[in-house]
């Protein structure tokens, strides 16, 4: 089985922090995806990467980078964390049958 | 228009009852579906995909697909406590590599 892993499952931070988020996998997969969750609007998507060095903007990537320097790892970044950023956000790798997703990580900002 | 719609119920059935979940979409020519379960706290699995017009059954579940209805559905049978969880379809717009579009899910609550 795919296994996509998220390095945490809670954060807290501050308002204005640079807050990094990590996912790994374990499967070779090219396709990797960044989504935010929050009660009544769904699964978000706010970037995606085809291959190592490719990001592509998802619906709503203001507030947001990627970075893919190698295959297995995609990450997210909060230039300057804000308050409407507290969100779940789920990491997802896709090998051409669906998704696998992440644990997630319950991002707080204070 | 929403691209993929789903009831956000919740949906209470009584334990062995079928249980019926729908979900439509707005892009005519998405060509792959698939539902996913999440626990509360907990992220989604996959637990169906359907490609191609009619049924797809396994185990408890079955999905049913109508293209030309643009409806794509979930049906549990027998369904159990542990079946209570958000179901979320997703639908795989044309082009745009694996990415997918999610509706924002149906609770779903199996009453004992």
């Known amino acids: 089985d795919v296994k996509v892993t998220q390095s945490s499952r809670y954060l807290v931070k501050r308002t204005g922090e640079k807050v990094f988020l990590e996912c790994v996998q374990d499967?070779?997969?090219?396709?990797m995806f960044w989504y935010r969750q929050d009660p009544g609007l769904g699964l978000r998507l706010i970037y995606f990467?085809?291959?190592?060095?490719?990001?592509e903007k998802g619906d709503i990537p203001e507030g947001y980078s990627v970075s893919r320097e190698k295959k297995e790892r995609f990450s997210l970044i909060l230039e300057s964390a804000s308050t409407n950023q507290t969100s779940m956000y789920l990491c997802?790798?896709?090998?051409?049958?669906?998704?696998?997703f992440g644990s997630g990580t319950r991002l707080t900002v204070v | 228009q929403k691209e993929v719609e789903q009831n956000s119920g919740p949906l209470s059935v009584p334990e062995g009852a079928i249980a019926s979940l729908n979900c439509t979409y707005s892009?005519?020519?998405?060509?792959?579906f698939f539902w996913y379960r999440q626990y509360s706290g907990k992220s989604p699995e996959l637990i169906m995909s359907?490609?191609?017009?009619g049924d797809k059954e396994d185990g408890r579940f079955t999905a049913q697909l109508n293209k030309a209805s643009q409806y794509v559905s979930l049906l549990i049978r027998d369904s159990q406590p542990s079946d209570s969880a958000t179901y979320l379809c997703?639908?795989?717009?044309?082009?745009?590599?694996?990415?997918?579009?999610f509706g924002t899910g149906t609770q779903l609550k199996v009453e004992l």
């Open positions: 997802a790798s896709a090998g051409g049958y669906g998704y696998t």
């Open positions: 499967m070779d997969h090219e396709n």
């Open positions: 892009d005519r020519v998405s060509q792959s």
């Open positions: 359907i490609y191609s017009n």
């Open positions: 997703a639908v795989k717009p044309p082009g745009g590599g694996n990415k997918l579009t």
């Open positions: 990467s085809y291959d190592v060095k490719m990001k």
